[in-house]
């Protein structure tokens, strides 16, 4: 039994997470961590088999497929992605000028998903800056699929799931999934809806388990499938973060230091010497961390919008220092005021804690959030009376 697991069940208890499956590579053998339960129709505990949505921690599997055809002169790094793919985006100077490095790197200048106000164009000169884009590696896949005439999932199991032996994972939904899945969950552990991916997306479709990303994460460590030179670019700094949160489309004159670069599929911590990506596709939240150095990693994996809350605690047992990675991501932490006083409502009632929840100077957008809560929990009561005072508290 690891030091750390009695902190991790209690975590996942006071986070409101009903399952969580962890994996820890060290010395290229993998040791598993379980906790809780598959959640939905069944109360069957999660093991290191089960299937969890793995968000955005598709792009670094990708990246590999990637990586492994420019390794195969199939790509090239710095060619223009209009020459793979012609007429994916409206043709400008900037968006003829997008690389295959750009688009690995998050720096050329696509939004995270387009929408009414921000369509699918660049919006600052490619490899200006870092500003986080899902659109990007699905401008990437279609071009990959274009090159091969193969599609991501097809690709992907010919070059990373079958070399590493990853067995139960894909790009889309499988039936034979269903015989050990995790069901998806709110941020107050109550099911909530998910879906089926029947169409492949490098950014966030990947389905997959604990076994088979410690055998991805092994290969990440010994730079296994890649050539050297190739290896090491994987995890080298190409654009440093240079604003506060992830996005960044618009021009600003905020410049700061977040300790926080960009790899070619990988998030990295250049002081630290490690990597990182996390997943959130809602009801699934995950994180991974690892060190080429120490030839040490670990993913989690939950089934509940509240899994990132858990991350600062866990990862700080078991890598050393601060972590610019999640202070970028600013995900409000388990032990927040907010979260930290919704669990005292639930257990000594929502009046006895007012008090402090005044005295906390929680925002009006805090006590609704535990309004809500309290309300999934069956509370109504208590959830009207809070609803009722949230609304009469100084602006912040």
Known sequence: MHSWEPAFLRLLNEAAVPGAAIALVEADKA????????????????????????????????????????????LALDARIEKYLPGYLQQDGRSASITVRHLLSHSGGLPNWRNADYPLRPW????????????????????VEAVTGVTLDDLATRLVFQPLGMERSSFVWQSRFNDNRAWPHDAFGMPALGNKPAEANAA??????????????????????????????????????????AQRLEP????VVTGVAWGLGWGLEPSAGTFFQWGDNGPFTAFTLGSATLRKAIVVFTNANSGMSIMPELMASLFAGERPSLK???YVANDAPVRRLFRAALLDGVEATWPEMQQSGLTEAELRWIAHGLNAKGREKESGWLRARSGSQPKT
């Open 31 to 74: 040791s598993f961590v379980n906790g809780g339960v598959r959640g939905g129709r069944t109360e069957a505990p999660v093991d290191e088999l089960t299937i969890f949505d793995a968000a955005s921690l598709s792009k670094p599997v990708f990246a590999h497929v990637v990586l492994q055809l420019v390794d195969r002169g199939d």
């Open 124 to 143: 600052f000169e490619p490899g200006e800056r870092f500003s986080y884009s899902g659109e990007g590696y699905l401008y990437l896949q279609r071009a």
């Open 204 to 245: 966030w479709s990947l389905q997959t388990c604990a076994a088979d990303f410690a055998r991805f994460l092994r290969a990440v460590l010994a730079g296994g499938g890649l050539k050297t030179e190739t290896s090491r670019l994987w995890l080298s700094p190409q654009v440093e973060v240079r604003h506060a949160g």
């Open 252 to 255: 600003s004159a905020e410049d």
């Open 328 to 330: 970028l991501l600013g």
